[in-house]
């Protein structure tokens, strides 16, 4: 006769977890609710260290009453990682639970605390989405080192970033609320150089308006940490209802050459005072290695076209160029001066995208300006 063994903790729970999970969705959650209040097996070591024989960690997840989903993300041989949703923060009762698992986390998403931004939107950029009361509320003793996706809400002076101590982090997505001040957002660019230094991607809304009116060029004393950030590739900034300037996208080119994506949003000045054609001119120049690059507004000005024979030709590999609102006062000299700096854009995705846009209130001449660049291409064939 077979020999009864003594099932260990981790068997149990896998047991227990089996078999809630078997039960319709209506009478799962109550049952693991039940089933969290067991968190203070984890204020024991000798018991924390039963768990280990666990084959995958996913079940303890599970016990935490708001979790929506646990996913595995793959991760080394001997460490599995994990990409976790929660429909709110944790109660009292389990957050000692969740700093147990916190190391185990790749990207974490609370669903609800965010804010939204439409242009442009990625769902990428889900990551921690909270206010800072909530971050520090969630603080733990390895700052989630092995955090890669981070975003965070109502970011005032910068400091909110030093919780995480995430030196592996790629995507941050940052949100300023409307008391931000100028000094704020370099200060807030000086933290995540220091603290996220293989940063690849960054998205950056700052507040609606000005507290205090800026100087003119408000990115000159704002954009100098991005230097620093020597692998970041992707960048996406909402200066709100900012004006930009020529000036402003020279220095932003001049500070990160290395650039794959830019995308800027800012409010277009009705003095034709905004980006022209110099700025394209300077980001063709500057960045080379640019695959995409997203504007809300350009004016090619009268002074661009009367000096439309004199601009160079660059030859940048842009492939993909969009402008939600081109005004011009012809889009034949508008098309030339595009095609000299930008002469390998892939003009039937230029199209696409332009046209799955339609919802926004104007695109001025962009889409003619495409089509007679389309004819230069064909000239060339």
Request: charge should be negative; hydrophobic fraction near 45%; proline fraction near 6%.
């Amino acid at each position: 006769m077979a020999t009864a063994r003594a099932l260990t903790i981790p068997e149990i729970a896998l047991e227990i977890v089996e078999g809630v999970y078997a039960m319709p969705v209506s009478e799962r959650r109550p049952v693991l609710a039940s089933l969290a209040l067991v968190s203070r097996v984890f204020h024991n070591r000798a018991m924390r260290l039963l768990w280990a024989d666990l084959p995958s960690v996913e079940p303890l997840f599970q016990l935490l009453s708001n979790c929506v989903s646990i996913l595995d993300t793959g991760g080394g041989a001997w460490r599995r990682a994990y990409s976790l949703t929660l429909n709110a923060l944790p109660p009292d009762n389990e957050i000692a639970r969740f700093r147990e698992l916190a190391g185990w986390v790749r990207v974490l998403d609370l669903q609800g605390q965010g804010m939204s931004w439409e242009w442009p939107y990625d769902r990428s950029c889900g990551g921690i989405t909270m206010d800072p009361p909530s971050l520090w509320y969630l603080a733990t003793s390895a700052g989630f080192a092995g955090l890669r996706v981070l975003a965070v809400s109502n970011v005032v002076l910068g400091t909110e970033l030093r919780l995480f101590n995430s030196p592996l982090l790629q995507a941050l997505t940052i949100y300023h609320p409307e008391s931000t001040i100028t000094d704020s957002y370099c200060g807030t660019l000086e933290v995540a150089a220091e603290r996220f230094p293989y940063l690849r991607r960054l998205v950056w809304k700052w507040s609606p308006k000005n507290v205090v009116p800026p100087a003119a060029h408000i990115l000159a004393a704002t954009i100098q940490p991005l230097s620093v950030l020597e692998g970041l590739q992707d960048l996406c900034i909402d200066f709100g209802e900012r004006p930009v300037y020529d000036n402003d996208i020279a220095l932003l080119a001049g500070a990160v050459p290395r650039l794959l994506h830019l995308r800027l949003k800012f409010d277009m000045d009705t003095q034709k005072q905004g980006p022209s054609a110099q700025s394209l001119l300077a980001v063709a120049q500057r960045c080379p290695s640019l695959h995409t690059l997203r504007l809300v507004g350009l004016f090619i000005t009268e002074a661009d076209e009367a000096n439309v024979a004199t601009f160079p030709y660059v030859g940048n590999r842009l492939r993909y160029l969009d402008v939600a609102d081109l005004r011009c006062m012809g889009e034949s000299n508008a098309a030339m001066i595009i095609d000299l700096l930008f002469p390998f854009l892939d003009i039937e995705a230029c199209r696409r995208r332009a046209a799955a846009a339609a919802s926004r209130p104007s695109t001025g001449c962009w889409l003619e300006a495409l089509d007679r660049i389309g004819t230069y291409h064909a000239a060339r064939e």
